[in-house]
């Protein structure tokens, strides 16, 4: 068997408090396709930036066999120096290699290759940065979060582009179904230590969640011990020396056991601060219009035509497309920060809105956190209405108190993410929106995100690129399908994937920049007269749920008919009361759906009905 391309072991690392790495050990064979799994500030960059010779070990091994080729991805890219960003890739190839490669990546990330590199968004940047590791095909690709700033279909490509890679893969992402996708085994390094077992994403954190509770029962049984021992010691210090002494120096042992254990870091605590309940109809758009004027006096570019929805108290809205689709722009026009240029928009009474934007506002870099939670007044967060000591909230979110006085700028991007959305919970609201909100963020606080967004009582708007989040968390989508155009679908985004036959597709510019050839200018449409027709058919959405819902009533009595029949048994509670109250339970949910569902059925049939008046 030959041996593994890399190796590390017994990797130490500190940066003055706690150790960050101790005892750290991977190793990565031909072929691996290895996800690396933690908390955000477990120290998985630095692992990763250890493995690729970019910094250096306090105590600790790292072997790489002879003539092997390793590329690492950083999460911020320097791309100084270059003159363009095609320049910057292929300087990154051997003499050997083709610098097609390189334009043809370049391109399928959205790029043409004659970018300045100064003038380049982080995202852009961290594309370009992504096409230089990829273009030479090296053994060994070390990739840091490779999906931030794609889209979509730049997810979809780089999943395809992966699978099909001779180079071992070592992938950190917070992107569940990507690491699912990609992944053989996983390495979760927790509290300085990397276990590797021979597991996919899919299968790992299920087994994570069994280590996770062993350990609490081995903490709790030394904890009891130890109690023991201390009992014994006040009590039972008596008769015979050696013996005592003995005991004495085991419960020391036992002591500094339990101190030398690092407990598994703590969980954030999201809360969200609700305002007054909002109008039962929080946004009405009728035939909605919005374009902008073209940078070089060309003709204005369509962002949305011709786009009818209702959204109602309590939906969950998710908004996916390329990017440069228009996403922020509907959401704009939907919250009322944007004026259609025709159509008729209507908001709700009483709405509280909260916006986490996908810039992450931009907070001054040299404001320290403390004063970044507080908003500069003191030492105090008002949140649901009761007034907190700024460091008791910094601690729901996973903030120390020494982090208290650290500039903004010194933060992670795991930490400003966090940052972020403790500041916008803390503000009372009925509605909130979400640009881009899983952004740097780990899967821990990934999972409490969307537990807050499922027990929310108000509206939430989400912009993501994210599969299993919008299918975790949404229950209506917008989806992008040709410049200007907007579909609505019923359910998430794997829903909206079987409804439509596919997954959201690149923008035309971006589809043909990956052939090689200029991109079709878009021409506008003409925009109607402000009073536009009333629109003449349903949605997709409301079809297809015209089409179900008569089964799924039926459905639903034949299903209370049946659980009714077997209350019918008077002796059930006596002979099995856990099946009657099962069964009970279960008749109240089925009637709720058959309400639910005969309401529906006849608000869509009434509207039918107008629009054949109309």
């Not at 334009?103 to 100064?118: F, V």
């Not at 008769?239 to 042992?253: I, P, S, T």
């Not at 640009?435 to 989400?462: F, H, K, R, S």
């Amino acid at each position: 068997m030959p041996a593994p391309l890399l190796v590390l072991q017994d990797v130490h690392l500190s940066f003055g408090g706690p150790p960050l790495l101790a005892g750290a050990a991977l190793a990565v064979e031909e072929r691996a396709r290895l996800c690396l799994v933690g908390r955000n500030g477990s120290g998985k960059s630095t692992l990763l930036k250890i493995a690729g010779g970019l910094v250096e070990a306090e105590r600790g091994e790292r072997v790489v066999r002879q003539g092997v080729a390793i590329r690492y991805l950083p999460q911020e890219p320097d791309l100084s120096g270059h003159a363009s960003t095609l320049d910057y890739v292929t300087e990154g190839l051997d003499d050997d290699e083709d610098p097609y490669r390189a334009r043809y990546l370049l391109e399928r990330l959205g790029l043409t290759g004659e970018e300045n590199p100064a003038t380049l968004s982080g995202g852009e940047q961290r594309r370009v940065a992504l096409a230089r590791v990829l273009a030479p095909e090296p053994d060994v690709l070390l990739l840091d979060e490779p999906t931030n700033h794609l889209d979509l279909p730049g997810i979809a490509w780089l999943e395809s582009e992966l699978a099909g890679s001779r180079s071992a893969l070592v992938l950190i992402s917070h992107d569940r179904r990507f690491l699912t996708v990609l992944s053989r085994s996983t390495a979760w390094l927790d509290r300085g230590i990397v276990r590797t077992v021979e597991k996919s994403f899919g299968e790992f954190e299920p087994w994570r969640d069994e280590m996770l509770e062993l350990e609490e029962r081995e903490a709790h049984k030394l904890d009891r011990k130890i109690a023991r021992e201390q009992d014994w010691i006040v009590h039972g210090v008596s008769g015979r020396r050696k013996r005592n002494v003995r005991r004495v120096a085991q419960l020391q042992a036992l002591r500094d056991e339990r101190k030398n254990r690092r407990r598994a870091q703590g969980t954030v605590n999201l809360a969200v601060t609700e305002a007054e309940q909002s109008a039962k109809l929080i946004v009405e758009a009728e035939n909605v219009f919005k374009s902008f004027a073209a940078p070089d006096g060309g003709a204005p570019r369509t962002i949305v035509k011709d786009f009818s929805i209702r959204v109602m108290r309590g939906e969950r809205v998710g908004i996916v497309g390329p990017n440069g689709a228009g996403k922020t722009t509907l959401v704009n026009l939907l919250t009322g920060m944007l004026a259609p240029d025709a159509g008729k928009l209507r908001l709700g009474e009483n709405l509280r809105m909260v916006t986490l934007d996908q810039g992450r506002e931009d907070l001054d870099p040299e404001l320290q956190l403390r004063d970044a939670l507080t908003r500069g007044h003191g030492d105090v967060v008002e949140v649901g209405g009761v007034r907190r000591h700024v460091i008791g909230y910094m601690k729901d979110f996973l903030f120390t108190p020494e982090q208290a006085k650290t500039p903004v700028g010194a933060l992670s991007g795991g930490e400003r993410g966090r940052l972020m959305l403790a500041r916008a919970l803390a503000l009372p609201s009925n509605v909130l929106v979400l640009d881009e909100p899983t952004n740097d963020l780990d899967l821990e606080t990934l999972d409490l995100l969307q537990e807050m967004i499922a027990d929310y009582p108000g509206t939430v708007i989400l912009v993501s690129h994210d599969r299993d989040f919008l299918d975790r968390t949404v229950d209506v989508v917008i989806a992008w399908e040709s410049p200007g155009e907007w579909q609505v679908y019923a359910g998430g985004y794997s829903d909206m994937v079987a409804q439509r036959g596919a997954g959201v597709v690149a923008s035309e510019a971006k589809a043909t920049a990956a052939v090689a050839k200029p991109a079709k200018p878009e021409t506008a449409d003409a925009p109607p007269p402000l009073a536009a027709p009333k629109k003449v058919k349903l949605t997709f959405a409301q079809t297809h749920a015209m089409k179900t819902l008569p089964a799924r009533m039926e459905q639903l009595e034949a299903d209370i008919a049946r659980l009714q029949a077997r209350l019918d048994d008077g002796s059930l509670f006596a002979k099995d009361r856990a099946k009657f109250e099962a069964t009970t339970a279960a008749l109240a949910k089925a009637q709720a759906d058959l309400d639910a569902a005969e309401h529906q059925w006849l608000e869509l049939e009434l509207l039918k009905e107008e629009m054949k008046v109309s």
